[in-house]
């Protein structure tokens, strides 16, 4: 969100309500009539009308905003009430920069306002989109394969890793985890939270190309074996039975056998699938290892993992802020590296 204010000015607030929620998205949003005082609103970073501008009242009030001195290089949307070519010119003439007929769904605005204040937006979050996509196609193509064969193609997620990389370098992880989450197909959205998280935490501690490449790498295969857990398990409501959660927990070592059949695998890969739920004192699965016997990259996996279960909305619970999962991250003394939660810790809100 950005810092400043979206002014919205209305004649009627009761019909702008819902678009004013929206735009809360962009910034905070102060809803305004006609009799404005924009000298106070040097802050705003953009305005945008939602009136019929062919009333007197909302000519003198534009003429108004245009007098001050920021207004210029302010973003001004205006939601049209008429849509003649002579609506239209009379709103560029009051300094319009787009105009949205008023039809227009209140998320379209946001998208459309957010365009306009930052015009490399647009671009970035196409990338960022297309990157998702084909990274969830073949996620979801290589899960189908791990439950029917038991072999995965492990070349077609190599193809993903380095513009997924660039994707989060130049989109930043924000833009990454919004894009993922706003596509609701479990399947993959974990992984690829888990591999957004884990790129960002291998860029923040300076890990050279290949080692953050190979992290990803096994950050987005690493609940492969998930693929052969009962469908009605992976989608229960509420807490597992004890047996359950005995079959749920062989997803470790089912995706260590899954990668080891298929070619292409790598030992850290290995490790890292078959032991991410590992924990230092022992009392993880499946092998129940423990101190120096979890490497590192394992051990940056695991946080990442952690850190994006309890963030994510799951059938059986809400999600829970980034703030909150940090507080149950830090506690869990004795199980997860303390230092690698602390440099977890800044790298996530490096990029918030
Ligand atoms: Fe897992
Ligand atoms: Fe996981």
């Given at each position: 969100?950005?810092?400043?204010?979206?002014?919205l000015?209305?004649?009627?607030?009761?019909?702008?309500?819902?678009?004013a929620?929206?735009l809360?998205?962009?910034?905070m949003?102060e809803?305004?009539g006609?009799?404005?005082d924009?000298s106070?609103?040097?802050?705003?970073v953009?305005?945008?009308?939602?009136?019929?501008?062919?009333?007197?009242?909302?000519?003198?009030?534009l003429?108004?905003?245009?007098r001050?001195?920021?207004?210029?290089?302010?973003p001004?949307?205006?939601?049209?009430h008429?849509?003649?070519?002579?609506?239209?010119?009379?709103a560029?003439?009051l300094?319009?920069?787009?105009?949205?007929?008023?039809?227009?769904?209140?998320?379209?605005?946001?998208?459309?306002?957010?365009?306009?204040?930052?015009?490399?937006e647009g671009?970035?979050?196409?990338?960022?989109?297309?990157?998702?996509?084909r990274?969830?196609?073949?996620?979801?193509?290589?899960?189908?394969?791990?439950g029917?064969s038991?072999?995965v193609?492990?070349?077609a997620?190599?193809?993903?890793?380095?513009p997924?990389?660039?994707?989060?370098?130049?989109?930043?992880?924000?833009?990454?985890?919004n894009?993922?989450?706003?596509?609701?197909?479990?399947?993959?959205?974990?992984?690829l939270?888990?591999?957004g998280?884990?790129?960002?935490?291998?860029?923040?501690?300076?890990?050279?190309?290949?080692?953050?490449?190979?992290?990803?790498r096994?950050?987005?295969?690493h609940?492969?074996?998930?693929?052969?857990?009962?469908?009605?398990?992976?989608l229960?409501?509420?807490?597992?039975?004890p047996?359950?959660a005995?079959?749920?927990?062989?997803?470790?070592?089912?995706?260590?056998?899954?990668?080891?059949?298929s070619?292409?695998?790598?030992?850290?890969?290995?490790?890292a699938?078959r032991?991410?739920h590992?924990m230092i004192?022992?009392?993880?699965?499946?092998?129940?290892?423990?101190?120096?016997?979890?490497?590192?990259?394992v051990?940056?996996?695991t946080?990442?993992?952690?850190?994006a279960?309890?963030?994510?909305?799951?059938?059986y619970?809400?999600?829970l802020?980034?703030?909150?999962a940090?507080v149950i991250?830090?506690g869990?003394?004795?199980?997860?590296?303390?230092?690698?939660?602390?440099?977890?810790?800044?790298a996530?809100?490096?990029?918030?």
């Amino acid at each position: 969100m950005l810092t400043g204010v979206v002014v919205l000015v209305s004649d009627q607030p009761a019909r702008s309500a819902p678009l004013a929620d929206a735009l809360q998205g962009v910034a905070m949003c102060e809803l305004v009539g006609f009799e404005v005082d924009w000298s106070t609103y040097a802050n705003a970073v953009a305005v945008v009308t939602d009136v019929d501008l062919a009333r007197p009242a909302a000519m003198q009030c534009l003429l108004g905003l245009r007098r001050q001195p920021w207004a210029e290089a302010r973003p001004l949307l205006c939601i049209t009430h008429r849509t003649s070519d002579k609506a239209l010119r009379q709103a560029q003439v009051l300094g319009a920069s787009a105009c949205l007929p008023y039809y227009t769904e209140p998320h379209v605005v946001v998208t459309a306002l957010l365009n306009l204040i930052n015009p490399n937006e647009g671009a970035l979050n196409a990338t960022v989109r297309q990157c998702a996509e084909r990274a969830g196609a073949v996620l979801t193509t290589l899960f189908s394969a791990a439950g029917t064969s038991g072999r995965v193609d492990l070349q077609a997620i190599d193809n993903c890793v380095d513009p997924m990389l660039l994707a989060l370098s130049d989109g930043g992880l924000a833009r990454w985890l919004n894009t993922i989450r706003a596509h609701d197909n479990a399947t993959y959205q974990h992984s690829l939270v888990v591999a957004g998280l884990a790129a960002q935490f291998a860029t923040h501690i300076g890990f050279p190309e290949a080692q953050r490449q190979r992290l990803v790498r096994a950050a987005l295969v690493h609940d492969v074996g998930k693929a052969r857990i009962p469908r009605a398990l992976l989608l229960k409501r509420g807490s597992l039975e004890p047996e359950e959660a005995v079959i749920m927990r062989t997803h470790a070592v089912l995706g260590y056998e899954i990668l080891k059949a298929s070619s292409g695998s790598d030992p850290a890969m290995l490790d890292a699938v078959r032991h991410h739920h590992e924990m230092i004192d022992g009392s993880g699965y499946p092998d129940g290892i423990s101190g120096d016997a979890i490497s590192d990259v394992v051990r940056f996996l695991t946080i990442c993992d952690i850190y994006a279960a309890l963030t994510e909305r799951r059938s059986y619970k809400p999600a829970l802020s980034p703030t909150e999962a940090m507080v149950i991250l830090q506690g869990m003394q004795g199980k997860i590296e303390p230092r690698f939660v602390q440099a977890f810790g800044k790298a996530v809100a490096q990029a918030a």
